[in-house]
């Protein structure tokens, strides 16, 4: 699912974020990505939603590689990735419905199947009953949930997680963890940045380990703990 | 929900593939249409959500293009009047002052009898200085004269087709070879005038209004600019779940375009009340003149000519900013540094 060929970036002369990273996610497969502050997880995110362009190597995501995409295109990649961020970027100005049916509205579903849609995700995440509300009116965890629904609402087969546990507690941590720990048991890809080392090794699943842009641990399947299944 | 087993088997082979494949082009269609409604929609209603705000710009805009339709208004009245009066275009030919009155009387037939000519006027030296006696009111100074300086005149009214200016050339030489007559006439000087003052004028209200548009577009890009600033974290979370760049801007590009339309229609609705308040002064001033100028009116054509101007000027402004600032935003940075 994802693929990285000797994979650098260099933001200018002096600050390289990734040296020549190797490794391959496969479909369905649960890893975390950990290391310092700084190590270059986020830069490894940014690639795969072509945020950003790696200076050297390959990055090749869903069969496609990414490198020379051009411009116009890279929204379609993104319709086929979905992202939690540790802030969850919601919007205020409207509903939690409204919020997840952003995916499928850009997508332009039609205005029956968004209903149908945005339901099954909220009742995945456990927040039917809360679709009227405004994002603010809700807890952090939950937040947390609306941006996971809205994620995988338009069932991507890949999915990115920044810190999405930054800011909860360990018992709401731990049931997002399961949240994301099912999705991939029905084959979406999950890729998850985090420092909860606790977390991480009570998951107990494929780690990759940054350290100042290199890749130490987690590279090849066999070499950083057990495999996602 | 992700728990569907088909999200297997979707590939994002290639990046076209991550449309919706599967639904027919009619619904596909159906849906566009729904959205481009929905956005329509809301973009008007962010307008009304801030009136004094929307209502300042559809001000802005509906001065600047008032001013350079009510100049073209003008322009149209004015050329209206110099083709009402070319066509009583007169030739006056004036006899030397021995000509004989039945000399002048012969002349008459002779010049009537051509083609070029409609009709002929004999005003016998007599009848000129009585008349030239009653409306100057230099008759004291009259009496000091000895004997009647004016001259039998001609005055001749061309045919309707030798009123170009060709015609009346031609007319003239033929005029001025007749016997006796010592100066030909065409009031055609202070017409000629008015002709190149209009020409001037139609140049200057182009000029004016090519910068007033340009002035739209500015305002109109900078109020826009605004909006994309406020509505930032939403063009960024549209971006990141792949809404594509006529996406992001669909929803600016009608805003500029509901500006444009509430400034079209404030003009018109300056244009309307600066006619009613000119009308009467106007009319006033033709009927000492003994013109029949009026203000002209835009009418229903211009009136929808004019508002769809404006509404493309509005969206020509919001499409410049957008193009400048949209591109710009891009998610990298939500994701922060590492």
């Given at each position: 699912?994802?693929?990285?060929?000797?994979?650098?970036?260099?933001?200018?002369s002096?600050?390289?974020a990734l040296?020549?990273?190797?490794?391959h996610l496969?479909r369905?497969?649960?890893?975390?990505?950990?290391?310092?502050s700084?190590?270059?997880?986020?830069?490894?995110?940014?690639?795969?939603?072509?945020?950003?362009r790696?200076s050297?190597?390959?990055v090749v995501?869903?069969?496609?590689?990414?490198?020379r995409?051009?411009?116009?295109?890279?929204?379609?990649?993104?319709?086929?990735?979905?992202?939690?961020?540790?802030?969850?970027?919601?919007?205020?100005?409207?509903?939690?419905?409204e919020?997840?049916?952003?995916?499928?509205e850009?997508?332009?579903?039609?205005?029956?199947?968004?209903?149908?849609?945005?339901?099954?995700?909220l009742?995945?995440?456990g927040?039917l009953?809360?679709?009227k509300?405004?994002?603010?009116?809700?807890?952090?965890?939950?937040?947390?949930r609306?941006?996971?629904?809205?994620?995988?609402?338009?069932?991507?087969?890949?999915?990115?997680a920044?810190e999405?546990?930054?800011?909860?507690d360990?018992?709401l941590?731990?049931d997002?963890?399961?949240?994301?720990?099912?999705?991939?048991?029905?084959?979406?890809?999950?890729?998850?940045a985090?420092?909860?080392?606790?977390?991480i090794s009570e998951?107990?699943?494929?780690?990759?380990?940054l350290d100042h842009?290199?890749?130490?641990?987690g590279g090849?399947?066999l070499?950083?703990?057990?495999?996602?299944? | 929900?992700?728990?569907d087993?088909?999200?297997?088997?979707r590939?994002?082979?290639?990046?076209?593939?991550?449309?919706?494949?599967?639904a027919?082009?009619?619904?596909?269609?159906?849906?566009?249409?729904t959205?481009?409604r929905?956005v329509?929609?809301?973009s008007?209603?962010r307008?009304?959500?801030?009136?004094?705000?929307?209502?300042?710009?559809?001000?802005?805009?509906?001065?600047?293009?008032?001013l350079p339709?009510?100049?073209m208004?003008?322009?149209v009245?004015l050329?209206?009047?110099?083709?009402?009066?070319e066509?009583?275009a007169?030739?006056?030919a004036?006899m030397?002052?021995?000509?004989?009155?039945?000399?002048a009387?012969?002349?008459?037939?002779?010049?009537?009898?051509?083609?070029?000519?409609?009709?002929?006027?004999?005003?016998?030296?007599?009848?000129a200085?009585a008349?030239?006696?009653?409306?100057?009111?230099?008759?004291?100074?009259?009496d000091?004269?000895?004997?009647n300086?004016?001259p039998?005149?001609?005055?001749?009214t061309?045919?309707?087709?030798?009123?170009?200016?060709?015609?009346?050339?031609?007319?003239?030489?033929?005029?001025?070879?007749?016997?006796?007559?010592?100066?030909?006439?065409?009031?055609?000087g202070?017409?000629?005038?008015?002709?190149?003052m209009?020409?001037l004028?139609?140049r200057a209200?182009?000029?004016?209004?090519?910068?007033?548009?340009?002035a739209?577009?500015?305002?109109?890009g900078?109020?826009?600019?605004?909006?994309?600033?406020?509505?930032r974290?939403?063009?960024?979370?549209?971006?990141?779940v792949?809404?594509?760049?006529?996406?992001?801007?669909r929803?600016?590009?009608?805003?500029?375009?509901?500006?444009?339309?509430?400034?079209g229609?404030?003009?018109?609705?300056?244009?309307?009340?600066?006619s009613w308040w000119?009308?009467?002064?106007?009319?006033?001033l033709?009927?000492?003149?003994?013109?029949?100028?009026?203000l002209?009116?835009l009418?229903i054509?211009?009136?929808?000519?004019?508002i769809?101007?404006?509404?493309?000027?509005?969206?020509?402004?919001a499409?410049?900013?957008?193009?400048?600032h949209?591109?710009?935003?891009?998610?990298g940075?939500?994701a922060g540094?590492?």
């Open positions: 699912m994802i693929e990285f060929r000797q994979v650098t970036k260099r933001y200018d002096d600050h390289t040296r020549q990273v190797n490794f496969g369905g497969e649960l890893a975390f990505l950990t290391g310092h700084g190590a270059g997880k986020s830069t490894l995110l940014k690639l795969i939603m072509v945020m950003e790696p050297a190597g390959e995501v869903g069969g496609q590689l990414l490198n995409l051009p411009k116009r295109q890279i929204p379609y990649i993104r319709r086929h990735v979905g992202v939690v961020f540790q802030n969850h970027q919601l919007l205020f100005d409207r509903t939690v419905f919020n997840i049916a952003m995916p499928l850009v997508m332009g579903v039609s205005p029956r199947d968004v209903g149908r849609r945005v339901r099954a995700a009742d995945k995440v927040l009953s809360k679709e509300m405004n994002p603010l009116q809700l807890s952090g965890g939950e937040q947390q609306v941006g996971i629904a809205r994620a995988v609402v338009n069932k991507p087969p890949l999915l990115l920044d999405p546990t930054g800011n909860l360990p018992d941590s731990a997002i963890m399961n949240l994301f720990a099912q999705f991939s048991q029905v084959g979406v890809t999950v890729l998850i985090s420092h909860d080392l606790t977390l998951m107990g699943r494929r780690t990759l380990t842009g290199n890749l130490i641990a090849s399947p070499q950083g703990g057990a495999r996602g299944r | 929900m992700a728990a087993p088909t999200a297997r088997s590939k994002p082979n290639t990046a076209r593939g991550a449309r919706v494949s599967s027919p082009w009619r619904e596909q269609a159906e849906t566009y249409i959205h481009h929905k329509a929609r809301d008007a209603l307008l009304w959500r801030t009136p004094v705000a929307s209502l300042m710009t559809w001000t802005v805009m509906g001065v600047a293009l008032a339709v009510a100049l208004l003008l322009l009245s050329q209206g009047v110099s083709a009402g009066w066509s009583s007169r030739v006056t004036y030397s002052l021995e000509t004989s009155l039945e000399h009387r012969g002349l008459v037939s002779d010049v009537d009898a051509d083609s070029r000519v409609a009709g002929v006027e004999l005003i016998p030296r007599d009848r200085l008349e030239f006696r009653a409306s100057s009111g230099l008759e004291d100074a009259l000091y004269l000895e004997g300086p004016l039998h005149t001609l005055v001749i061309p045919e309707e087709d030798a009123r170009s200016a060709d015609g009346v050339a031609g007319l003239v030489t033929f005029i001025e070879g007749l016997e006796g007559v010592e100066q030909v006439q065409v009031d055609l202070w017409l000629q005038r008015l002709n190149a209009t020409e004028l139609a209200v182009w000029a004016l209004a090519t910068l007033l548009a340009v739209v577009v500015l305002v109109i900078n109020t826009v600019r605004l909006s994309i600033e406020s509505r974290d939403e063009i960024l979370v549209a971006k990141l792949g809404g594509t760049d006529g996406f992001v801007r929803p600016f590009l009608y805003t500029g375009t509901w500006f444009g339309l509430g400034g229609i404030v003009a018109w609705f300056l244009l309307l009340l600066s000119l009308n009467g002064p106007i009319e006033h033709a009927r000492l003149y003994r013109s029949d100028f009026s002209s009116s009418g054509g211009g009136v929808f000519l004019l769809i101007a404006a509404m493309l000027l509005g969206w020509l402004g499409w410049v900013a957008v193009k400048r949209l591109d710009d935003i891009e998610p940075e939500i540094g590492g």
